[in-house]
């Protein structure tokens, strides 16, 4: 079962006016237990029948990569950005490009990030060297920063790709429940 679609490189037929495909939901978090793959097509100007076509066309071609079902969602350009739009902030947070196999909100100069702030305050010394030595790994190997690509942005607060929250959050909740997350965009 492939989740992660944006990285397989798809060989896709679709119409010129197809912006971008955009894998979004459960199944880009690592950790989740995804029921389903959803996929949003962002269109140029096109009509709506048209956009249905065109959608059908590129879930037919992705069902070959899943045994999940795909839910295809399909939006113009412009009415991606409507208020009304419930998709449009995990689309933009948590999106990956089936096209370019990046995050979706680059196409925009924002690359999502989440913050994970947490505190050793009331914790042991022995819990406090192993938060250490599970975001750090010991003796130069391993550590959760290291293998998803994480950092410490300051003492207490380490910044990962949205994808990874589920296990930075989970496996820092082991150690202290005393965490605040915070969802944010930096600019490329």
Do not use: C
């Amino acid at each position: 079962m492939m989740l992660k679609l944006w990285q397989k490189k798809q060989k896709l037929s679709y119409d010129k006016e197809v912006i971008d495909i955009v894998q979004f939901g459960s199944s880009v978090i690592e950790g989740s237990k995804a029921n389903d793959i959803d996929i949003a097509v962002i269109f140029n100007r096109f009509s709506v029948k048209k956009q249905l076509i065109e959608a059908q066309k590129i879930k037919k071609q992705l069902s070959i990569f899943s045994d999940l079902p795909i839910h295809i969602h399909s939006f113009d350009y412009y009415s991606f950005f409507i208020p009304s739009n419930f998709s449009r902030d995990n689309i933009l947070f948590n999106g990956k490009s089936i096209i370019t196999g990046n995050n979706f909100s680059r196409q925009f100069g924002l690359e999502p990030r989440v913050q994970i702030k947490y505190s050793l305050k009331h914790l042991p010394k022995k819990d406090k060297v192993k938060l250490h030595y599970l975001l750090n790994g010991k003796n130069k190997s391993g550590g959760l920063l290291n293998e998803y690509g994480g950092k410490i942005v300051s003492p207490g607060i380490v910044q990962i790709l949205p994808e990874h929250i589920i296990i930075f959050e989970s496996k820092i909740n082991e150690i202290t429940k005393e965490i605040e997350i915070k969802k944010m965009f930096l600019q490329t």
